[in-house]
Each structure stands twice: as C-alpha cells, then as structure tokens.
T-cell receptor
C-alpha cells in the first residue's frame, strides 16, 4: 500500500521561483493536511482540507496556496519562494471521526 | 485556541532505564490526543492515540500514555528504553476529522538520546 505519497522528495529553488508540491493518498481519506517542520518548532499547520472542495488556513499560511484537486490529491504552491520557506514539508491524510493522521515521507525544500 | 507544550526539548536516557515524556495541551472541547515518533530523515509514525474511554492507552514498541483531564496532560512512558528508541517524539491534539475541528496541533517535539 502506498499510503501518502509526496513528490518531489528534494528540491532546490532560487528566490522568486515558483513550484508546486504534490500529495496524493490512496486510503480514501476525507481530510488532508500540509505541515512544515523546522528545527525546534515541531510541525506547523499550513493548510487543512476537511473534505474535497474545502480548504482552511492553518498557523502559517502566508506565502502558500493550496488546491484540493479531488479526494485523493492536495497540492501546495509557493508562488514566489523566499529563503524563509526553506523547510521540510509534510503532507498527511485522515479518515473521518476518531482517526489518526497518516504522513508522507516529506519534501525537503531549500530556497537559495 | 488549541496548543501543545512539550516542556523538554532534549532528554538523555541510559539504555534499560525508564523514559517519560511530558505533554500539556490546551483545547476547547474533549481532545483527541496522539503521540508520534520520527526517526532521522523519516516521516512520522503513530505510537498511540486517545479518543475516549480508558485513560491509560497502550501503543506500539512498548509505549503507553496516560490522559489526565485535570492536569491537561498526556504523558508518554516506556519502562525500559532500547537504543532504537532514539528519535524525536511529538505530541498532538485535535478533534474529529470533520470541518475545522479536524486541525491537528503539534508540540515542538522532544529529542531522545539513548546512551549505552
């Protein structure tokens, strides 16, 4: 079972470039999440999608946009990358009700 | 607003000794609580979860956690640590995965080092 798949695994961008991080889950989960992980700060929620067609801002949404393309896919877009967006990005998904989140393996993004 | 505090940034423990990681939360309703573990360069793996019922929950790898509503705590314990338990541990709080209650808030993490 693939679970939650993130692409790419590594990326280097120049300041001002744009890119989209892809996330897909094959568990038929309703909810999907994007987090960023920085040393000493744990995981901070960027955006959340409770179900197909809905998105909601998390703690640190500035500089990001998301698209819940369908039930399986939830993409994160950086329109104009900044060095402060250097981080490890994790996508997660969750079924409804009393369930836990399942995480992808992460995307390590460096903005130079 | 929901929040999670893990007071210990770094803990060093001898192999075979007991381990306790602290987690305090703030949440406006009955919380769903989770502990995740992350090995270097890896994603997050669920250790255990609490939704309701028995306040002492058992997880994988010999870990357990106790929910104490009066103290807003969900501390993680293991009686005897193995070298393979060296990792970073995250506590998380949230609600049912429907509408805005489904947001999961994570703590800053506790790095566990195991010495021989």
């Amino acid at each position: 079972n693939a679970g939650v798949t993130q692409t790419p695994k590594f990326q280097v961008l120049k300041t001002g470039q744009s890119m989209t991080l892809q996330c897909a889950q094959d568990m038929n989960h309703n909810s999907m999440y994007w987090y960023r992980q920085d040393p000493g700060m744990g995981l901070r929620l960027i955006y959340y999608s409770a179900s197909e067609g809905t998105t909601d801002k998390g703690e640190v949404p500035n500089g990001y946009n998301v698209s819940r393309l369908n039930k399986r896919e939830f993409s994160l877009r950086l329109e104009s990358a900044a060095p402060s967006q250097t981080s490890v990005y994790f996508c997660a998904s969750r079924a409804g009700g009393m369930t836990e989140a399942f995480f992808g393996q992460g995307t390590r993004l460096t903005v130079v | 607003a929901q929040s999670v505090t893990q007071p210990d940034i770094h803990i060093t423990v001898s192999e075979g000794a007991s381990l306790e990681l602290r987690c305090n939360y703030s949440y406006g309703a009955t919380p769903y609580l989770f502990w995740y573990v992350q090995s270097p360069g890896q994603g997050l793996q669920l250790l255990l979860k609490y939704f309701s019922g028995d306040t002492l929950v058992q997880g994988i790898k010999g870990f357990e956690a106790e929910f104490k509503r009066s103290q807003s705590s969900f501390n993680l314990r293991k009686p005897s640590v193995h070298w393979s338990d060296a990792a970073e541990y995250f506590c998380a709080v949230g609600g049912p995965a429907t509408d805005s209650w489904g947001k999961l808030q994570f703590g800053a993490g506790t790095q566990v080092v195991v010495t021989p």
